[in-house]
């Protein structure tokens, strides 16, 4: 009998834990858009906050459902330090000749709307009404950067930071000049196909030239997986929440990257920071993860 009552126990605190998470999540979904057959998100807020600042976007690789990564535990840390909303993406192509070319994340002709159409319908349904109008930064997996890089190219002035991880097809090669004051990582892997690196550094050397904040980093012995990108992201965003006082530029840069050569430096006065392929550096903090990420 007593078993039996602390079994009843068990059950009881699990749905009382399942019931007080689902009232901090919210779902919505759109189907049969014009680049996508199912558009769909989960949002998750902090019990602890009272004002949400902005929303971390995660969005998977090509066609998976991720909706149940805000279940992992170090974005909901992160969430919570940097007092932000949590969302995961699932996106869905409508079948085409080419599967491999995923057209949801050419984000202009539909998925990017959706995703903000879903969002004001789950700031109709929560008590943060701030969700409306909240800046995001997007974490992402190969179609996952993608989708980012195309979102912050569209609508520059949602995005507070992004990542571009080891994807392969992209629809804008240079970025307007809005989205060069966005700080964005691109990270390939050390094995991962050469065409996915190659476009991936091509992009970013094209609108580095003109002086992107942007930060290149090739994941030592990676291929095409997730590997140690989340945490270089974690980073990363921390230390632009820290920087970001409205104003972000290459002058105030103390550390620059050499790609090439595997170095940070120091910014000197007067230096062309283009003469060769150099990473935006956020801190040196950061600075130092970089060169851990890379491999001396």
Not at 99 to 108: A, G, K, Q, S, T
Not at 194 to 199: E, F, G, K, Q
Not at 237 to 249: A, D, S, Y
């Amino acid at each position: 009998m007593k078993a039996l009552n602390f079994c009843l126990l068990q059950v009881l605190i699990c749905c009382v834990s399942i019931n007080s998470f689902s009232q901090n999540v919210y779902n919505d979904s759109i189907e049969n858009g014009t680049n996508f057959s199912k558009a769909a998100f989960r949002v998750w807020i902090p019990d602890t906050t009272k004002q949400i600042k902005g929303i971390l976007v995660l969005v998977p690789g090509s066609g998976y459902d991720g909706r149940n990564d805000i279940s992992n535990k170090d974005w909901q840390a992160l969430s919570k330090e940097l007092n932000f909303a949590l969302m995961a993406c699932f996106f869905k192509d409508n079948p085409h000749e080419h599967p491999e070319i995923e057209e949801y994340v050419n984000v202009r002709n539909g998925s990017g709307k959706a995703m903000l159409q879903s969002i004001k319908r789950i700031t109709g349904s929560s008590r943060h009404k701030e969700l409306d109008t909240i800046p995001f930064m997007m974490f992402g997996m190969s179609a996952g950067g993608q989708f980012n890089y195309e979102f912050a190219c569209w609508v520059p002035q949602r995005v507070l930071a992004f990542v571009v991880n080891k994807g392969g097809i992209y629809y804008t090669a240079l970025a307007p000049p809005a989205s060069w004051n966005i700080p964005g990582l691109f990270i390939t892997g050390e094995k991962d196909s050469p065409y996915r690196t190659n476009i991936v550094k091509g992009i970013f050397s094209i609108n580095r030239r003109f002086g992107a904040l942007w930060t290149y980093a090739q994941e030592y012995g990676a291929e095409h997986v997730i590997g140690k990108s989340a945490f270089l992201a974690q980073a990363f965003f921390r230390e632009v929440i820290k920087r970001n006082n409205g104003q972000l530029n290459n002058s105030d840069t103390s550390y620059i990257g050499l790609v090439d050569k595997k170095q940070l430096i120091i910014n000197e006065t007067g230096r062309n920071m283009f003469s060769d392929l150099t990473s935006w550096i956020v801190s040196k903090q950061f600075g130092d993860y970089w060169i851990d990420f890379i491999g001396k």
